[in-house]
C-alpha cells in the first residue's frame, strides 16, 4: 500500500486505482481480480471460497477449540472437517461420523481390534463397511474429535482427505496378492498412490471428489470401471500382439495397465478406456499428473458440473491427454484394446465362501456381513479369527464384506463354524450375499429413505423364503441421487424416494451391472413403499426364475425385455 500511495494512486473499493494528485501522469488502471486457477473469485461456489479463505488442511486449531467447547460446527466448518474425515451428519444424527482410509483395502487384525475398541468406547458400539472398502464410525460427540483422530492415527490410520473435494480411499481387488488368476499383485501401487497424496499438499482441494482404483485383472472386481481413473492389469503376449499392425516399438510382451477414465454412476455413466498403456511402475506419477490437471481445469462453479466427467466430455480425452503429457517425462502409449489378451471372466459373488489360494495348501473365506454393519463384539471376533486360524490380516472389499486369506486347508471348516457363530454368512449361493446398502437417512442428511433398514428387512425375507437363484443376483439400496451404493449398477436397484405423505418409498431400476456386465439399469416401477420392497423382490426373483432360459443371467433376462414387459411380468 505504500509502493501504491508514493505512485500517486489510491485504493477504491472493489480494487480499482485513480490518479491522485492533479496532473499526475499515472493513468487509470484496474487492479486483475484474483482468481483460481483461472476463476474469478466471485464466479466460485461457496465451497470453493471457503478453501481460499482457509486451507481445511489447517483446520486443527478449529478441530482442538470444537472440542474443548464440546461445539458442533457452523456450515463452513462443517465443510472444512470433511477434509479431515469428520462429518457432522445433522439432522440425520446430531453427532459426527468418522470415515477412513484403508489403502488398498487391506487392514491388520490389530487396527480391527482398535477401531472395534474405539467404536465401543466414543461411538455407537457398531461400525459400517462401505463401498470404497473403508471404515466408518458413527455418533461421536464433539468433545472427542481429538481423540478419535489422534487414536486412529495411533493404529497406524488415517482419516484424512475421505470426504469434501479430495481423493478418496484408492481401492484395489480384495484377492491382491493370494488370487491364483491375478495378473498382478496390486496393493503396492494403491499404497503407493495413497503415501504419494498424503505427502503432496496439492493434491488436495481438488474442484470435486475423485476416486481411483486398481483392478489385478483376476477373479474378483473391485467395480473399477465405477472410478475417476480406474488401472486394471493386463497381459500383452507375442500372439496378441500379432493381432494388432504399426503397433509402438515400445510396447513387447509383458504385464501393463490399461487406463479407464471418468466414472461417476451417480451421473449415470462408466469409465472409459482410453487407451494408454503404461508400465505398472508409472501409475502413481501418471495418477498425479491427471489429478493436477483436474485441479487446473476443473469446475469450480458448478458443484453438479464439477467432476472429471465433465471436464473430459469438454475436452475429449485427446486433449486432455495432451495436458497430462506435458506433466510427465515419459511418453504416453496409446495401443488398441485388441493387443491385450481378453480379461479372464469374473466370479460374481465371489467375495463370499472359501477359495483356493495361489499359495498351495491355503484358502481365503469371504465372510458376509448383513447389510456392511457389524458390532464391536463381531469385529473383535473377526480380527481374532484372522490372528489365529490366519495371519492376522483382513479385507475389505466394495461389496460391504470381508475377505479373511492365508487360512490353512485343514482349519477351514472350523473357521467357517465360527464366522456363523459370530452372525456372518459364508455361502455364496444365498439370495441376501449380494445385498449392499449406503448409510440411508437414519445417518445421512441426503438420504430420502431408510436404506439399510430396508435392506435387513429384505435380507430376513429372502432368508425365510426359500428362494433360491441359479446365477447370483446383486441388490442395491442408495438413499440419493449420489448414489453410494451404486443402484444404477446392481441388477436390481432402489433408489430412495419420499412418497407423498412421507413415509419411505424407493423407485426400482433393473438390469444394471459392472465389467462384462456393464450397463446402466432401466427404471421399471417408481414411488414403491418401503413396506411393499420385501414383496417386490421376492415376485422379481421368481418371475426371473420362471421366464429365463437355462443359464440366463439377471442381466441378460432383463435386457432382451423391454421396460413395458417387465412391468406386466411383475404386475400379474
Given amino acids: 500500500m505504500a509502493g501504491v500511495a508514493a505512485s500517486g494512486q489510491f485504493p477504491l473499493s472493489g480494487g480499482a486505482t485513480t490518479a491522485g ?52 460446527p457452523d456450515a463452513e466448518n462443517t465443510y472444512r472437517f470433511k477434509t479431515h474425515g469428520l462429518f457432522y451428519v445433522a439432522p440425520a444424527q446430531d453427532s459426527f461420523m468418522i470415515r477412513l482410509r484403508i489403502p488398498a483395502c487391506e487392514i491388520t487384525a490389530h487396527q480391527f481390534h482398535g477401531l472395534a475398541n474405539l467404536a465401543a468406547e466414543l461411538g455407537n458400539g457398531q461400525i459400517d463397511l462401505t463401498t470404497r472398502g473403508n471404515i466408518q464410525l458413527r455418533e461421536l460427540r464433539p468433545r472427542d474429535l481429538v481423540t478419535v483422530l489422534t487414536r486412529v492415527q495411533d493404529l497406524g490410520l488415517t482419516s484424512r482427505g475421505s470426504g469434501a473435494d479430495n481423493i478418496r480411499n484408492v481401492t484395489a481387488s480384495p484377492n491382491s496378492g493370494f488370487d491364483p488368476d491375478e495378473l498382478l499383485d496390486v496393493r503396492p501401487y494403491a499404497k503407493a498412490v495413497h503415501h504419494y497424496i498424503l505427502n503432496h499438499r496439492d493434491c488436495y482441494g481438488l474442484p470435486r471428489k475423485f476416486n481411483i482404483s486398481f483392478d489385478n485383472g483376476g477373479s474378483l472386481t473391485v467395480a473399477a470401471d465405477t472410478n475417476d481413473i480406474a ?3 493386463t497381459r500383452v503376449t507375442e500372439n496378441s500382439v500379432s493381432q494388432v499392425s504399426g503397433l509402438s516399438p515400445q510396447v513387447s510382451p509383458g504385464l501393463y495397465f490399461r487406463v ?14 482410453t487407451g494408454l498403456l503404461i508400465k505398472p511402475a508409472e501409475a502413481t506419477v501418471l495418477s498425479a499428473a491427471m489429478v493436477r490437471v483436474f485441479i487446473e481445469n476443473g469446475d469450480r462453479t458448478n458443484r453438479k458440473k464439477a467432476r472429471l466427467k465433465y471436464l473430459l466430455d469438454k475436452w475429449g480425452f485427446d486433449r486432455f491427454l495432451e495436458e497430462v503429457q506435458k506433466k510427465l517425462s515419459f511418453p504416453l502409449v496409446r495401443v488398441p484394446l ?51 486360524f490366519g495371519k492376522g490380516d483382513l479385507r475389505l472389499t466394495v461389496w460391504q464384506n470381508v475377505i479373511i486369506p492365508h487360512i490353512p486347508d485343514a482349519l477351514v471348516a472350523s473357521a467357517c463354524r465360527q464366522l456363523k457363530s459370530l452372525g456372518f454368512t459364508i455361502e455364496a449361493s444365498s439370495t441376501t450375499s449380494g445385498i449392499v446398502a449406503c448409510t440411508g437417512s437414519r445417518g ?16 430376513k425375507r429372502l432368508d425365510s423364503s426359500n428362494l433360491s437363484v441359479e446365477q447370483p443376483v446383486n441388490i442395491h439400496f442408495t438413499g440419493c441421487s449420489h448414489s453410494c451404493a451404486q443402484h444404477y449398477c446392481g441388477d436390481i436397484g432402489f433408489i430412495g424416494a419420499k412418497q407423498p405423505e412421507g413415509g419411505d418409498g424407493f423407485h426400482v431400476v433393473l438390469g444394471g451391472g459392472l465389467d462384462h456386465e456393464q450397463g446402466i439399469a432401466r427404471e421399471v416401477f417408481r414411488g414403491v413403499r418401503a413396506e411393499e420392497v420385501p414383496a417386490l423382490t421376492e415376485k422379481i426373483l421368481r418371475a426371473y426364475n420362471e421366464r429365463k432360459t437355462s443359464g440366463e443371467t439377471f442381466v441378460q433376462w432383463t435386457r432382451r425385455h423391454s421396460v413395458k414387459e417387465l412391468q406386466e411380468f411383475l404386475s400379474e
Avoid at 449 to 457: F, I, L, M, R, S
Fill in 444 to 459: 445421512c442428511k441426503y438420504a430420502a429413505a431408510d436404506t439399510k433398514g430396508a435392506a435387513a428387512t429384505l435380507a
Fill in 260 to 273: 479407464l477414465l471418468g466414472g461417476i454412476t451417480g451421473h449415470q455413466d462408466f469409465a472409459r478406456d
Fill in 338 to 388: 485388441a493387443a491385450c489378451e481378453p480379461r479372464r471372466p469374473l466370479i460374481k459373488h465371489g467375495w463370499i465362501g472359501a477359495y483356493k489360494q495361489a499359495q498351495r495348501g491355503f484358502t481365503s473365506i469371504g465372510v458376509g456381513v448383513p447389510v456392511g454393519r457389524m458390532s464391536a463384539k463381531q469385529m473383535h471376533g473377526l480380527a481374532t479369527l484372522a490372528a489365529n
Fill in 21 to 72: 494528485a492533479p496532473g499526475s501522469d499515472v493513468a487509470t488502471a484496474a487492479v486483475a481480480e484474483p482468481t483460481i486457477h483461472g476463476t474469478p473469485l466471485a464466479d466460485l461456489c461457496k465451497e470453493e471460497r471457503w478453501k481460499h479463505a482457509e486451507d481445511p488442511l489447517d483446520a486443527w486449531e478449529r478441530l482442538i477449540a470444537h472440542a474443548d467447547a464440546d461445539q458442533f
Fill in 231 to 233: 488401472f486394471i492389469a
